[in-house]
């Protein structure tokens, strides 16, 4: 036994010996920027090459990682342009184009300022005129509000120093139209605004049964003579072939 040992302990001491495998060392890896050659580089390239600038290899942020001033938001508002609606343009009767003018059973009230015991509220005579302290009858039927005004204060300005006066129509009685024949209640009726026959017929009740609808005429008086207008209700309750017109005061429509 103690010359086998001996003999292996010759054996191990006069051997080769043997060379182990060295573990390489671990290779560093470079990202490389866009753009740039990837393609292997040398360990020893890599080893004597310099060391990368530390701006070079900052991160992108740190390029913008300083805040762009805000914008100043502008003093003056922007303008802003609205289109303002148009109103649409009324047609206007031709009974309606000129001034109202006054005439009888109408009810007016005159004021002179700082003279009350020269105001009165007065209605116009079925002969047009009116009657005023100091000023006694004057003529109101046909003339305006403005000029009965001026009137009275011409007269007025005789007796005082500078009148002030003032005109309103109170009551409105003299704009009338008069529906008479086959009709269910003829009678007078006043205009409390502009109308047609139709609805001058509507304010009677409309047209009995025996009412001969195709020969309605409306007198109207123009100056010394009497204008004859001949209406169809048939026709216009068919078709357009008849106007429905419009009715002026004074007018008498009758039917039949």
């Known amino acids: ?34 753009g740039l050659d990837t393609g292997t580089t040398s360990p020893d390239s890599a080893a004597t090459a310099p060391a990368p600038d530390s701006a070079a290899t900052a991160p992108a942020d740190a390029a913008v990682a300083t805040p762009s001033p805000a914008a100043t938001p502008s003093d003056t508002p922007p303008t802003v342009t609205v289109a303002r609606p ?13 001034a109202y003018q006054i005439g009888p059973e109408d009810v007016l009230e005159i004021s002179v300022w700082k003279n009350p015991e020269l105001s009165r509220t007065v209605p116009v005579r079925p ?23 001026d009137q009275v204060t011409t007269k007025l300005a005789e007796y005082i120093p500078a009148p002030e006066v003032s005109v ?35 304010l009677a009740q409309g047209l009995t049964d025996f ?3 195709d020969r309605i005429v409306i007198l109207r008086q123009n100056g010394q003579k009497t204008e004859r207008i001949p209406f169809n209700y048939r026709k ?3 078709s357009a072939q008849q106007d429905n017109f419009l009715i002026r005061p004074g007018d008498i429509v009758f039917v039949p």
């Open 168 to 202: 309103i129509v109170r009551e409105v009685h003299s704009r009338k139209v008069t529906v008479a024949g086959a009709v269910k209640l003829p009678g007078r009726y006043e205009l409390k605004s502009t109308m047609t026959v139709l609805e001058v017929i509507a």
């Open 236 to 238: 216009i309750s068919d």
């Open 211 to 213: 009412a001969s609808r």
């Open 127 to 149: 002969d047009g005129k009116v009657s005023l302290p100091l000023v006694n009858d004057i003529q109101a039927a046909g003339l305006t509000p403005i000029d009965l005004r």
């Open 86 to 98: 148009v109103a649409a343009a009324v047609p206007t009767p031709i009974d309606l184009a000129t």
């Open 1 to 34: 036994m103690t010359h086998v040992s001996a003999t292996l302990l010759v054996a191990c001491l006069t051997a080769a010996p043997v060379a182990f495998a060295q573990e390489p060392a671990p290779r560093t890896s470079i990202d490389l920027p866009a």
